[in-house]
C-alpha cells in the first residue's frame, strides 16, 4: 500500500510523529528534591525535548503519582503535540518496549472504514470496515440532514456512528490483544456532512443557501470529549473542511495522492454520489465537484450494482467471433453489473460496432442478443439460465443512454476545470482515481466511451480509500498535518456553473468516444478496427 | 482596598486582562463568502487580534451558529487566554453591553471566601465566606488527608467543597441578578493540600517524607471539569505551589503585596496554624514556615478565642491607675480573649510592672487582681460578673508561658531566615501581616513583647485576606499572572532547623522584649515608665 511508505519515511526515519514517546532519566524524589511529581516529569522530558513546552492535564496528573511510583519513576512518556505545547497521554515502564497505537478512521456517508496502527513502527495490524449505521435514517445525506433537525435528532444521530465505532474499536482492540487504553490517537476522515453529525454540531445550514459549515477547521480534540473509548487522553484528529462541499475526505485523498507536493500536474478523480475532482501541483489546487457519480456506480442501470461477490467488473467481447467473456467478483454466477464493467460493456460494443457513436443500438451487430424488452432494446448478456438470479441480464438503450450522459458530465466537469485553470488535459502526469471505483474502472474502456482523456493508461493511477491512507498518514506524521493544513489553504473551490457552454461541451461529450475524435486518437484506431 | 488600583491599571488602562471582550465586524455569510461560521469568527478576530491565534473549542462551536444568527452576525466575543492562544467562552449580541463577571476565592482550610467581581471595570460586586465544609471530616489538614486515602474519601472530600462553592455561587448570582453563565472565569488560591483537594489529586504523598505534591505549577483548566457550575467553557486558573508546605495561597499574598515588584526589603508574614514568612524584593525571595501559631490566635490560652462578636480585642492598662481598659467586638460583653487581644495584654502587664522580663508575675504590682486558681498564679481580667460567661476571664502564668513561646518561635523565625538571607531586620522597609490577625494586631504591642523587630510603627501593614486580593488579581489581569509563574519560580523555600542554635536563639527570644535589649530602644524607653 502506498501510504506505508510515507509511514516509514515521516514517522520512522524522521521521528515526525505528533504523537511520540519520550524516555526522561528522572531521579527519584529526595527530601533534597522535592519538586512535586507532575513538574519533576515535565522538567525531566522538556530537558530530552530541548526547551519544548510540556504540559500534564488534571486527569493524567490524577493518574501520574500512582505510575509514577509503582514503574519507580523510570518512564516512557507518551506524549501528543498541539500547536508548540506536548500533552502527556500515558505513562509506560521504561522496563518494557512502548505499547502505542492508533486508529485511522474513514468516516463514509455509507461505510465505515477502521484501521489500527501500531505508532512505534507505522504497521497496520487490522483493517475491518461496516455499514455506518446512520444509513437506517437514510442513505442519503439530505435525509440525515433533515433527521438531525428533529428534536434530539442530532444526538442520536451522532450516538449511533460513536457507538459503532466503539464496538468496531473494542472487537479490534480484543482481537489483537490490546487494552482500549493502548489506543493513544484517532485520525478521522470525512465529508462535511458526515464529520458535522461526527461531532455533534447542526449540519442545518450545510444544505441551504448560502451553504455555511458550523466549522471547517476543527481544532484538536480529546477522543473522550466525543465519547469514543480510547485512552481516556487520547488526542482526536478531525480532517478540516473547505467547505460544505469539499470535505475532509477529499483533503485526506489529496494528502495520500501526494499530488500537493508534486511539481508536476496531476488530478485526483474521486467519483461516489458526486464526482469530486482536485488538480493542481505543490503551487496551487483548484477543484469541484459535480453530479456525475450514480450511473458511474452502476446505480442506474436496471442491473446495476455496488461491487460484490457475483457482480460482473469485467467484460471482453471478441471482435471478430463477438464471444463475451465476463469476470465476476469471487467467481460466482453473475448477479449484476458494476460501473466498471458497465464500462467495459459500453466500450466493448462499440468496438465491437454494436453501438454507434451515439451508442445506439445497431442491430444487424447484435445478434440475438438484442432482445425487445418492454419496448426497449435490449442487450442480453447473461441469459436467464446462466445467471443467479434466474433472470437475463439485459442492457437497455436506456441504461446506455443514461451511462452516456454521465461519462460525457464527467468528461466535461474536467474540461471546464481544466479550461478554468488553463491547463489542457493532455498535460496531466498522474490521473489519481480514488475508491473501489479506482480499482475496479479499466482506463483503456474509460477512454474508449472517452469518459476520461486520452492519456497514456500508465497515467491512471487507482489509489484505493484514500480518505483512509490520508487519516493514516494524519495518524502517523506531523509534517502530514502541517501538509493537511497547508492544503486547506490552498484549495480554490469552483462552483460550477451549468450555463449554455457547459451544455455545448456536454452535448459534444455524449458521442463515444466525443464529437472531437482528435480529442482521442488512440480510440480513433481502435474503432477502425471494429 | 489596595488589589482595586491593580484592576484599574491592568485592565482598564492597561487592556491587560486574561479574559476579555472582543467586538469584531463580521459580514454575513453569501454566496460569495461562504466561510464556515466558527472559521468567519476567528477570522474576524484574529483581525482585530493582530494575528493572535483564536481557537473555538467543540461546546463552543456547538452552539455558535445558533447565536450568530440570533444576534445577526454582529456580536462581542469573550475570550480567554492560555499561552499564546485566545480561546472563544462566550458571544453576545452587539447592541448590549458586554456582560462579564468572574469570581475571586480563597480556598481556606477552615474558610472559604468568594468574592464576585465585574471583569469590564474590575469593580467589586459581592463578598461571601463560609465555613469550608471538609471541616465535618476533620479540622486540620492530616485528617483530611487521611481521609482522602479511604476508598471513595478523595472524591467526597473534592465533592464537599465544590458543591459548597456552586452553592454559594448560585446565591451569589442570583442576589446580583445574573445568569450564572454570566460567571466567565475563576480564580483559586489555597494552600497545597487544600489545592489538591479542589482538583482530585491524591494529597497521601504531600506529608509523608519527602513531601511530594502531586502537581505544582497547575495547567489552565475548565472550570467545568471540576464541576463548578458557571459558563460551561470558563477557564478556572488555580494558584500554582512551590511545595506541600508552600502553596498557592502564600503566592496570591505575595502577590497581593507587590513586595516581588519592589526595589526595597520587604517581609510578609501569614500568622494561622503555621506562621509563614517571605522576605525579599523584585530580584530575589526566600520563604519559610515555622510552628508559631495557635498561642498568637488565641487558641491557647484557657480563654482564648478566635475573633468575634464578645471577644477582647484590645487591652489597656493605664499605668498610674492601674485601670484596665477593654474592647471587645462589637462591644458585647466579654467572653474571651483573641491574640491581638492577648499580646496587648501582656503587654501591658509587662509595661506596667506586673510581669517581669522572663513573663512571671510580680505579685504585689498586680493587686487583687491576682489569684491562685488550681495551683497556678492567674490574672483576673474580668471578674464574673462583668463577663458573659458568668465566671472569670482570667490569664494564668501557663498561658503567658505559652505566648512568650509562641513569640519567642516567631521571633527566632525571623532572626533566623534573615540570617540566612544576610539582611537585618531592621532593613524592613514594609512588614506585611496578612490575614485577620495582621489587621487586628496592634504593632506597638507585638514589638514591646519582642515578637517582632523594633521598626518604626508604620512600617507595620495589615493587608487583610491576601490569598483574596491575589485571586482578585489573577481574575483581573494578564500580567498578575505573569507575576505569579515568576513569583513561583523565584521563590527559596528555607526548610528551618532546630538546631543548637536555633534553640539558642530561641531562649533569649523568650524573654520580654529580647535579652538583648539593644534590639528594642524603643522599648526600653517605655519599660522604664513602668
Redesign the interface.
Known sequence: MEERQYIAMDTIRGDDGWIKVVSPRLAP???RD??????RL?KGLEKVMQGT?V????PA??R???LLREYGYDVHSVLYRE???WHLIDIQPASKEPQVYGLAVDLGTTTLVLRLVNLMNGQILEEVSCLNPQTEIGLDILTRIHFAALEGGLAKIQTLVIEKLNKQIESLAKRNNLPSDALMGIAVAGNTTMTHLF????P??ICR?????????I?L?NAS??GIRIHPDAPAFVFP?V??YFGGDLIAGILASGMARQERLSILVDIGTNAEIVLGNKDWLMACAGAAGPALEGGVASIGMMAGPGVIDKVTIDPGSETILLRTIEDRPPEGICGSGLIDLVAQLFLAGMIDIQGKFISENCGNRLKDIEGIKSYVLVPAKESATGKDLALSQTDIDALLRSKAAMFTILATITGMANVSMLDFKDFFIAGTFGTCVNPESAITIGMVPDLPRDTYKPLGNTSLSGATLALLSSRSRDEIQNIRNRVTYIELNVNQEFMNLFSAAKFIPHTDLSLFPSVRTSTKKG
Do not use: H
Open positions: 524524589p529526595s527530601l522535592n519538586t512535586a511529581d507532575a513538574d515535565i513546552r504540559e500534564i492535564g488534571l496528573a490524577k501520574l503519582p500512582f500547536e508548540d505545547t461531532l455533534g454540531l447542526v442545518y445550514w443557501e448560502p451553504y455555511i459549515p458550523v466549522i471547517n477547521k481544532p480534540l470529549e466525543l473542511n467547505g460544505s
